[in-house]
């Protein structure tokens, strides 16, 4: 027969209280029976305490008669020496047959404690008795009493406190059959109501509604219950709201810039979004709609033997892929139920990023190695050669101006960095370009006379650009640097806007020199590019000046490009906006 809850609660508890009181029942009786015994012990060591009074009075180690009529008529005494030699025992009259007691457990006990007690059957006349033996300077005397009915009552222990056990034993079942009423009860109120809503379809029919508002009993259990009542309407708000969660989620699954598709354990396509369906047609030769191509398509051969080798740790899987120019990076996510993931992902750009910070890294060793080169050089030699002071001070300034060549390279390194990655440190103010153009060239009067070029512009003080002096300073800087380097001799510069609308401000920066090659076009804003290799080494510069104009020109907005002039020389157009604000 089934047992309701009120059954099993009166059926725990009366299991756990009978433990409980048979424990302390039996803890009870072992506590009062050796209090009995050491009661007993008590009595047993004033005995020997009498003997080895009297016995330390006698040389020939007895006891007499009249002093034995003095203790029990049962009792026997037995006098013991160091060795286990017996030198009187009252219930054997020849001690000299009886065995050494030296291995007796109450005479062990004694030897080691002073006091020893045993319980077993004599040896000597095959009777049971309570053993207690004492320690004295020499000797040790035993004293026994037979272990008969009259000392086990003695020690056996009386019953009133079983009466009482079995009195509070009645008392707590009936308090243990009222508490498991009162739990029953909560429970079968909360056992109605999980039925009452499991069988209800409708969370918002009637009898939903009346589960819900159930009354508990006003203790802990019912408490309990009208919390998993509400936490059963909250769930089912939850639920709807998962649902609505569920439905953003697909949509964002089907917006994402990932292909993802989810797959069973057994491999069945269970969701997917249109680009991974669009990626897998890129990759494979042939159009298919089927996501499970991923199987079968030799482009995910590593995909599959992962899958198929994979350890039962080995829960991720990450592998690039390259077809018909284009990179996408596959990724693998297996669950706990071994279902899994695929996610394709189209990596392209970052992958071109990844090789152009590779090429870049490159250049930088290789334009940071020539100056470091050469100032070793000049210090080695000046270090281990004794020259005289014209060639010592020729190296010296050879040195440095490798030092002059390699802080320049630091300095637009890290004036590309800082456009490109940081440029809200730069500030934003009203700049008049005629102004700019002024300032340029009285800083650099100097080289231009050496080259005999000559510098001009045809722009108003209204031309006014809101932006970082700093960099429009570097774009007519570096642009006149790279006409003084490589343009030539008598060269004629000239600057002027020829155009402009509502947001930009149109430029055109030209010189008359050898121009370059068409094939160069394209690609002298690239950092580190050259023309000629080896014309750094022999005009200076860090290869890096087109690339912080363009960069420069990028962070107010505009663009540049370069052409070659009808006649010879380089053109350079280029736009900048009004107003411009860092990004």
């Not at 305490?49 to 006698?58: H, K, S």
């Not at 409708?202 to 009346?210: M, N, T």
């Not at 693998?332 to 992902?345: G, M, P, Q, T």
């Not at 005289?388 to 440095?400: L, N």
Request: net charge neutral; glycine share 4%; hydrophobic share 40%.
């Amino acid at each position: 027969m089934k047992m309701n809850y009120r059954q099993k609660i009166f059926l725990y508890f009366f299991l756990i209280f009978t433990a409980f009181a048979a424990g302390i029942f039996i803890v009870e009786q072992l506590r009062e029976k050796q209090y009995k015994v050491e009661t007993l012990k008590e009595k047993l060591d004033a005995y020997s305490d009498i003997i080895n009074t009297a016995v330390a009075q006698q040389s020939n180690r007895t006891v007499s008669d009249s002093l034995l009529k003095l203790f029990p008529e049962n009792i026997r005494l037995t006098l013991i020496d160091r060795h286990g030699h017996v030198l009187f025992d009252n219930a054997v009259t020849k001690t000299t047959l009886m065995e050494n007691h030296a291995n007796r457990p109450e005479i062990i006990e004694a030897d080691k404690t002073g006091k020893g007690s045993n319980v077993r059957i004599s040896a000597s006349n095959r009777q049971e008795y309570l053993y207690y033996a004492k320690r004295f300077n020499n000797y040790y005397i035993r004293v026994a009493l037979p272990y008969d009915i009259k000392i086990q009552n003695f020690l056996k222990p009386d019953n009133l406190f079983l009466y009482y056990i079995i009195a509070l034993f009645a008392g707590m079942l009936i308090l243990i059959n009222l508490v498991a009423e009162r739990f029953g009860k909560s429970i079968r109120q909360l056992h109605d109501f999980a039925m009452l809503m499991g069988n209800s379809d409708d969370d918002d029919s009637p009898d939903s509604q009346f589960a819900i508002n159930s009354q508990f009993p006003k203790d802990e259990l019912g408490e309990i219950s009208s919390k998993i009542a509400e936490n059963y309407r909250q769930l089912k708000e939850g639920k709807k709201e998962i649902a609505l969660e569920l439905e953003k989620l697909l949509q964002h699954v089907h917006s994402s810039e990932e292909g993802l598709c989810f797959f069973s354990a057994d491999k069945s396509v269970e969701f997917y979004n249109g680009l991974f369906v669009q990626y897998l047609n890129v990759i494979t030769d042939l159009a298919n709609s089927d996501p499970a191509t991923v199987f079968t398509d030799f482009s995910f051969d590593k995909v599959n033997s992962f899958l198929s080798n994979r350890e039962a740790h080995d829960t991720y899987f990450e592998t690039q892929i390259d077809r018909h120019g284009k990179n996408f990076a596959v990724r693998v996510n297996v669950f706990d139920d071994k279902s899994f993931e695929i996610i394709i992902n189209d990596v392209t750009r970052q992958e071109k990023t990844r090789r152009l910070k590779q090429e870049m890294t490159g250049n930088i060793t290789h334009e940071l190695r020539t100056p470091v080169t050469g100032i070793r050089g000049c210090l080695e030699t000046i270090l281990e050669h004794q020259l005289d002071p014209e060639k010592k001070d020729y190296f010296i300034r050879s040195a440095y101006n490798q030092v002059l060549t390699l802080s320049e390279l630091i300095r637009d390194m890290s004036l590309i960095t800082k456009i490109e990655e940081a440029p809200q440190q730069f500030k934003s103010e009203k700049v008049i370009i005629a102004n700019l153009l002024e300032n340029l060239k009285n800083d650099l009067e100097i080289p231009l006379q050496e080259k005999n070029i000559r510098m001009s512009w045809d722009i108003t003080n209204d031309v006014v650009v809101k932006g970082n002096e700093n960099l429009l300073y570097s774009i007519f800087r570096n642009l006149t640097d790279n006409v003084i380097r490589y343009a030539g001799t008598d060269i004629d510069i000239n600057i002027n806007k020829f155009s402009e609308d509502k947001s930009f401000y149109y430029f055109a920066y030209s010189d008359n020199g050898v121009g370059i090659g068409e094939q160069h076009l394209n690609r002298i804003f690239e950092r580190f590019y050259r023309v000629n290799e080896g014309r750094t080494r022999d005009t200076g510069g860090s290869g890096l000046g087109l690339s912080i104009v363009k960069n420069a020109v990028a962070f107010h907005k505009g663009t540049i490009i370069a052409k070659n002039k009808v006649g010879g020389g380089l053109k350079f157009l280029f736009k900048l906006s009004k107003t411009n604000e860092p990004n």
